[in-house]
């Protein structure tokens, strides 16, 4: 079965950066696209960026340009999203999804980030 | 940029029928897609390419697109089915847009 196991909780202070980690398994991770999308406490969820896991083509949401990279390992079906510069606004949960069909069929189960000093 | 525009709450009595909008220019030029997401939980896609569903899913979950507006349809709504839905669609200028999420209370 499709499974997307994100890496845990991290705790930041503000100007640092943040790396988190998606493992694939289930499927020929590169065969489809990967997304990250957040969402803070209590709020909508926010598109950040794709990857495709096949040719490592990349796309970014424009409100998180020059602040976010999303790379793949292949060798491990992983995905990576790093977010700079945090600020106390970045707290929220990061999900990675693979996209099928237009939608995002599967997600993984979340990471929180907390931005605090 | 593209927006969607949801209705913060809808509630509905158990069995009955309950009807999320979404609103977007052209959106039924679109495909709209839809989530359930149940508090502490990651989104579950509940439609696709405006009227699928995925393997597993009710089918008591349906969907519409046209004009401006998608609607999720929840015929003979449960308990279960209280949580946030959040429509989803592709424009070409912002890439992937969210709706602002609309809280369904079964009461």
């Known amino acids: 079965q499709v499974q997307l196991v994100q890496s845990g909780a991290e705790v930041k202070k503000p100007g640092a950066s943040v790396k988190v980690s998606c493992k694939a398994s289930g499927y020929t991770f590169i065969s489809y696209v990967i997304h990250w999308v957040r969402q803070a406490p209590g709020q909508r969820l926010e598109w950040m960026g794709w990857i495709n896991a096949g040719n490592n083509n990349t796309k970014y949401s424009q409100k998180f340009q020059g602040r976010v990279t999303i790379i793949t390992d292949t060798s491990a079906n992983t995905a990576y999203m790093e977010l700079s510069t945090l600020r106390s606004e970045d707290t929220a949960v990061y999900y990675c999804?693979?996209?099928?069909?237009?939608?995002?069929?599967?997600w993984g189960q979340g990471t929180l980030v907390t931005v605090s000093s | 940029s593209y927006e969607l525009t949801q209705p913060p709450s809808v509630s509905v009595s158990p069995g009955q029928t309950a009807s999320i909008t979404c609103s977007g220019d052209k959106l039924g030029d679109k495909y709209a897609s839809w989530y359930q997401q149940r508090p502490g939980q990651s989104p579950v896609l509940v439609i696709y390419?405006?009227?699928k569903r995925p393997s597993g899913i009710p089918e008591r979950f349906s969907g519409s697109n046209s004009g401006n507006t998608a609607t999720l349809t929840i015929s003979g709504t449960q308990a279960m089915d209280e949580a946030d839905y959040y429509c989803q669609a592709w424009d070409s200028s912002t890439d992937v847009v969210f709706g602002g999420g609309t809280k369904l209370t079964v009461l």
């Open positions: 999804a693979r996209t099928q069909h237009l939608s995002f069929d599967y």
């Open positions: 390419q405006d009227i």
